[in-house]
T-cell receptor, first 113, second 115 residues
């Protein structure tokens, strides 16, 4: 069954604006990861945040994790047209299940110039 | 550069035929590889874990006789869709990881269309 649920399902913004998407999950986790997928391509890893971490940054990306609420958010600042893609959160429930990620349905982001 | 190479990127086959998809780990030796399936505009679902030198571990509901996995070397895993049917049409993606708390590196996927 699907572990993560992303919100919103779709997001349309203009270049320069910030994009925020949220992910909720159901069970305890070892870590949570965010991936990006361009249409018809494989997924590209963005950020991994461990269960004992609350926030991580990577360039224009900021990820937060609230294990008490079983939720995470991904913020893309100063978006660009090239950020147009689908974004997925995925959880690894235990250390032993490190490659067995449970993915959400994704948020489709469209950034218009 | 690419960590994982997956071929073919696209294949169209007729019902009843078999299709083999190759996944190569380019950057490191991978004793374990992971095969995912993605339906249109949907999430990814783990199909099976490919283990070098031993049998693959299949997720619940995945037919092992239909989706044959072979992991003959530390850098190559293959997924064979046997006796393909239109409902097998999907996007298949392989991935590797260095271990716990390391991200998955995905191939570019294979779009399978069964006519």
């Amino acid at each position: 069954s699907q572990q993560g649920e992303e919100d919103p399902q779709a997001l349309s913004i203009q270049e320069g604006e910030n994009a925020t998407m949220n992910c909720s999950y159901k069970t305890s986790i070892n870590n949570l990861q965010w991936y990006r997928q361009n249409s018809g391509r494989g997924l590209v890893h963005l950020i991994l945040i461990r269960s004992n971490e609350r926030e991580k940054h990577s360039g224009r990306l900021r990820v937060t994790l609230d294990t008490s609420k079983k939720s995470s958010s991904l913020l893309i600042t100063a978006s660009r047209a090239a950020d147009t893609a689908s974004y997925f959160c995925a959880t690894a429930q235990t250390t032993d299940s490190w490659g067995k990620l449970q993915f959400g349905a994704g948020t489709q982001v469209v950034v218009t110039p | 550069g690419a960590v994982v190479s997956q071929h073919p990127s696209r294949v169209i086959c007729k019902s009843g035929t078999s299709v083999k998809i190759e996944c190569r780990s380019l950057d490191f030796q991978a004793t374990t590889m992971f095969w995912y399936r993605q339906f249109p505009k949907k999430s990814l679902m783990l199909m099976a874990t490919s283990n070098e030198g031993s049998k693959a571990t299949y997720e619940q509901g995945v037919e092992k006789d239909k989706f044959l996995i072979n992991h003959a070397s530390l850098t190559l895993s293959t997924l064979t869709v046997t006796s393909a049917h239109p409902e097998d049409s999907s996007f298949y993606i392989c991935s590797v990881s260095k271990g716990p708390n390391s991200p998955l590196h995905f191939g570019n996927g294979t779009r399978l269309t069964v006519t």
